[in-house]
């Protein structure tokens, strides 16, 4: 059964970084999209990083050129180094992962695995 687990998040600064984890057990490697999604109060949720099947990385305009996603396939591990942070960043953000979701990586339905999110809160 695979089972995701983010850790990472915290309280930061506007301006600040934090990096995020998801550590993926019960597969050795996804086969399909590998993606950040974040949700925050009363709003939809949104895809903001993903790596591709083929290996690129794609981002939301939102964070892109301040957000880096990456991963360390012999750790199992998804990052997501988040810079600049500004305070509409705050939410919950979750990883997912779906062999079978090989488009659309960045749109959550066709995602079975998911974690059970880490908080981030961007304030001064």
């Known amino acids: 059964q695979v089972q995701l687990m983010e850790s990472g998040g915290g309280s930061v600064q506007p301006g600040g970084s934090l990096r995020l984890s998801c550590v993926a057990s019960?597969?050795?490697?996804?086969?399909?999209?590998m993606t950040w999604f974040r949700q925050a109060p009363g709003m939809e949720r949104e895809g903001v990083a993903a790596?591709?099947?083929?290996?690129?990385?794609v981002y939301s305009d939102r964070v892109k050129g301040r957000f880096s996603i990456s991963q360390d396939n012999a750790k199992n591990t998804l990052y997501l180094q988040m810079d600049s942070l500004k305070p509409e960043d705050t939410a919950m953000y979750y990883c997912?992962?779906?062999?079978?979701?090989?488009?659309?990586?960045?749109?959550?339905?066709?995602?079975?695995?998911w974690g059970q999110g880490t908080q981030v809160t961007v304030s001064s």
């Open positions: 790596i591709r099947r083929d290996g690129v990385a």
């Open positions: 019960g597969y050795t490697r996804s086969s399909g999209c």
């Open positions: 997912a992962t779906d062999p079978g979701k090989i488009f659309a990586c960045l749109s959550s339905p066709g995602f079975r695995y």
